[in-house]
């Protein structure tokens, strides 16, 4: 299921000053799993920095 496609609904994402989509805490649910790439609204808890989720 990880290599499908998820279409991003409207309200799921807004678009930052550079123009890239930043997808909302709902989409990423949606999905179902963390991509590990360290997104600004991650509800999976992942840090970046440390390679580890936090509780």
Do not use: A, W
């Not at 299921?1 to 909302?24: A, C, D, S, T």
């Amino acid at each position: 299921m990880r290599n499908k496609i998820l279409k991003p609904e409207p309200h799921e994402y807004y678009e930052n000053e550079q123009g890239y989509r930043v997808f909302k805490e709902n989409y990423h649910l949606r999905r179902g799993y963390c991509c590990k790439s360290g997104c600004k609204h991650c509800p999976y808890g992942y840090d970046k920095k440390t390679d580890s989720f936090k509780k």
